[in-house]
């Protein structure tokens, strides 16, 4: 299976879903490697660069794309199947931007008290061990964590003609910020234009479950992935997602983003339901049982300026489906991943 | 190693937190085995039982205490560490409760929308095999789910002289609602008043994450116990918890209740930073870092008055800190309870 | 009218709504006059004094009561209207408490950003002219405010054997924080333990809606009010208020109180559709619909462990009602009161 | 004084905030008289149209606009003085739209409940006696109310290259929905791309605070206003709006945006206290406190994808200050503007 590979230059990295022409056209079925540069454009390299005292980039969370996918229109749903997420450089930061992060006051929580302290801390790749060592200003250790790549954004061009920053999640995607984002899973996207219009970036060689301080560890990325369309017409009982919905080969899972984060969970549960409703054949009342006893429901970011929250389902603890989540395209892109590493 | 076994007759029950005469006197380091009685009070046993056709319980949630703590004062840290958690019943019932749950208007949040349907659902439990069998209404399936009982409710007399319902979580502990309050888990509470009066309740064979629909797999339980007391005094550097912390021998785990979800969140979040401060000899800002790349963040409840997160940080990913939390009467009492079983 | 006088004593002051033994019995239709210590216990006197370097007041809103209201019983209907209140200090303070206020970290939004800095306002009465002048630190003038006084605490004991602090507001009324709880308002509360067992305190010689720095101008008050009781065998077709209702010759008012502030509101919103549904004969969306066009929104707090936000109705907006709210008990104690002053 | 008349044809309305070419160039110290059609298009006339049986529009809240300023950049200030709010057709309507208004589930905060039913109610406009009759369903009264016109939408184009949706509303402004955008009021938006691009339109014949159902009574408009710039050079010490504000003679006002409420809340507050201390040359703490003891906080929306909150302070209450805001925009343009009536 032949791979396109997309390296954007510096001027061809796009900042918002929407809005942006198409840097490539790209074919359902077609696989993609592409590298993306890290949420602060690659300007903070060690822990004496601020973002005050750096170059501003030109936009935060750049993003590789957007692709116009051949033969996408508005209601049919975009399959992204992540096949591998490569670390494209040796080191990664993580820095506390002012008035950002999920335990100080910011720009949608504004308040009088004067912004946290800024610091940057630099994690180094161990490609062998897989690990990224950090240094700490105090408590006299080096903290050594696994790597585990995700990626913060993936979206598509919003509906209703909206354009928003590559900081924001919605039911487009966007900056969703979750762990899950991660190789071996889909991820499905109702598509709201024609072609679809979906791009990448904000990689995070890893990242705790809420993104507390409001950065991962971010770093440039290089993504393997497979898209694959399932025309409107092709769902049969079920639906296109109203908001990401994302599998792997253990769990489906349902991503809600809004403020305040009930309402992301909300969101999130809300969509579970429907989804164990069409795979189970139940009514409401059963699918909303099922999920409150066998649920997870962990957090993807309480920073940004939506918030995000999962509903997690083991699809250990339940019967086989009759069907499989929009046709079975997960196991396809899974299988027709195999050809490729 | 001796244990107290107490089975509470139906009147003895209480149903707040504070406010209750104690059932029992207990020494520090002391084990007791405790028969609690279902969410419910017993009253739902079908499938045709539901909270509006069977006679009304004298409350929800009730609890076995309080217990007096001999010398336990204000400032002190109780710990309860669970050994064991063992179904008393061999079924158990979820049921939606008009108004209450987490994808409905309720009392607190208040809408003009008719209620959902009440639907009660039994669970059997397969002691054998350990495992739950329930039949769905719609989707022609029998869902049988794994055994994982838990605790909806432990807490202590809330300060300032408070008197809380069963039903509410707070930095008392209470109706936390989390699927971590398990065997193996020591539980940890600031005491409020002297002697602590702490009690428990609630059993869940198991519960999703979030309690979506408002009830989780509601059953009478048998909770084998070992009770402790860290003095003010031998505190040292640790601060007694804000909010409840928990440990089990992978995790140390912060629960932070209150509304909105982001608030609970960020409770969660900063008594772990004093925690992750405490243990590692931090400061702040790294604590803060720290915690946002290795923190997992399972969401307890979203249904009750007040709501309950988690933040979750595995041991194995970080150093062995140079002490241990509140003296290491975790390993201690884990050790204690292999005598008892 | 005979007008009974109760100052209490240093000790006789209560913390809590419930849990407190009744101060004195009062018979329905009995007038009282009271006076009432200010929130800080009345130890902030010069702008000097702030709670981190004056001696720790036994609790802060500290309650004139508990009054047990003769024939009380849950169900029942507490009708307290506030005839005259008048300062009983020609002084009175606002004081930035750390950690708590609308625009800094608090206990209930944790945040790892140190306090906002103290700071004590003194506030100087003028009887004569009914202002209070105030000195600023910056900007070089003195502000002369209207004085407008109003109460911010009036509750009653809570249900299910709660006992909650005099900071919290809730359904049982407590520390609602609004400026409508003012001379010639009347309060409606349900009983929900016998003899209702009503107090007040927390006079402010006048506030801003949100109270934004967490204090108001806190000053030690007389409040003259009228006692009285619908019994809920009288109340017909209306219903015990769900959530505190106010009345005034020009307004209905209801008071929702919880987090978010938006669940504030919609308690505020659906008891006013209640109340607007009862008073007219209307089915739900009418009454939805009128409350759309007509509401006036102001809030209460926005600083205290629950929010308060309230729906406020003109009068004079809609037409006169078939019937009066609970039986026009607000024009007979209205009436009743001219024989005071 | 000149005045342009603007009515568009059905192509030429505007969706979105961003993202439209230019109507018109316009000059600051212009005056225009701008025809804007209602909410729904005008495609509901009578009580039996509801959204669900009548043809879709091409979008809700049709915008008349955008209007390109000649020479406003990033960072100058747009002011616009509503002169004159005349209501274009003599009826007007409310309507329950199925998942939307502040009483049910929405698409923001999903649940599980079924929508409450769609009603749509008729406003007839009495021109002469400036009043709105309305037929109920229930309760046997029409409710005839003053008119109170007002324009829900006024905004500019967003920052970041972003394009929003007309139902919005944010830091550009637009579907703020409060009833202080009337005549007599100055609207101050920071410019976030050359030539500014503003659009208004949503017009309602009156509106309670909130907005409780989700509709006001929606009518078409013709709306008079005079346009001004204040450049980022002249600014001085007055910082360009971070929110909206608005002034009329006798309030300056704050509107803040966000989810949940007290965000929204937070960032009038905010925006306030920088307001006060740049008109009084206080210090944050001083300003803080006069804004706890003089504010008012009116809530505009409890029901759009962003919620909108106001903080009023009223001028009577303080000193004259040193300045105008703005250099005095207000005054001058409400005196160019009694030359247009």
Known sequence: ???????????????????????????????????SEDAFGGGLRSTGDLLSNTPAPPGLNPQTGPFLVEGAQPGD??????????????????SLV????????????ALLTPPLPERTWVYHLDSARRTLAVELT????SAELPLEP???TVGVA??????????VPGVFGGNLDTPQMRAGTTCYLRVNVDGALFSLGDGHYRQGEGETCGTAVEGAMTTTLVVDLVKA???????APATPRLEDDDHWMTVGTGRPLEDAWRASQVEMVRWLRELFGLDDLDA????????????????????????????????????????????????AARTLR
């Open 288 to 335: 909303y049982q099922l999920l409150s006893q066998v649920g997870l429901a962990p957090l993807a970011n309480v920073v940004d300026p939506a918030y995000a929250a999962l509903a997690k389902v083991p699809k250990a603890l339940l019967p086989r489906p009759a069907g499989s989540a929009f046709g079975g395209v997960h196991a396809r892109l899974r299988e």
């Open 1 to 35: 299976m032949e791979v396109v590979e997309v390296h954007p230059s510096v001027e061809q990295y796009a900042y918002t879903f929407g809005g942006v022409a198409p840097l490539m056209t790209v074919r359902p079925g077609q696989a993609l490697r592409l590298w």
């Open 98 to 109: 002012p008035f950002f992060g999920g335990l100080t006051g910011t720009d949608t929580t």
């Open 150 to 152: 995700m990626l913060g």
């Open 158 to 167: 919003p509906a209703a003609g909206e354009v928003r920053t590559s900081l």
């Open 77 to 94: 749903v975009l399959a992204l199947h992540l096949v591998d997420l490569e670390p494209a450089r040796d080191t990664a930061v993580s």
């Open 138 to 141: 105090s408590g006299g250790f």
């Open 233 to 239: 017409g092709e769902l049969g009982s079920t639906s």
